[in-house]
């Protein structure tokens, strides 16, 4: 509560409040994500036949995987 008063206080006189950086991840890896994503897609589209034929749980496990992947690359 006391840092949130003092950063109120702070805001109110003008200064510069510096809140915490969100990581950043680089062109690079970002790209290599979308890769693998894609890849992952068409291999599971050329297994069911059809991308509406994917379960909805293998789309689950695929977004988790894909959030798990750019927490990994992200500095």
Partial sequence: MKLLLENWRKLLEGEVIQFPRE???????????????????????????????????????????MDELQKLLTK
């Fill in 23 to 65: 990581p950043q991840i680089s062109e690079e890896n970002l790209q290599f994500i979308i890769f693998v994503e894609n890849a992952i897609a068409k291999r599971l589209a050329a297994l069911y036949g059809n991308t509406s034929e994917i379960p909805i749980d293998k789309v689950e496990q695929i977004d988790q995987l």
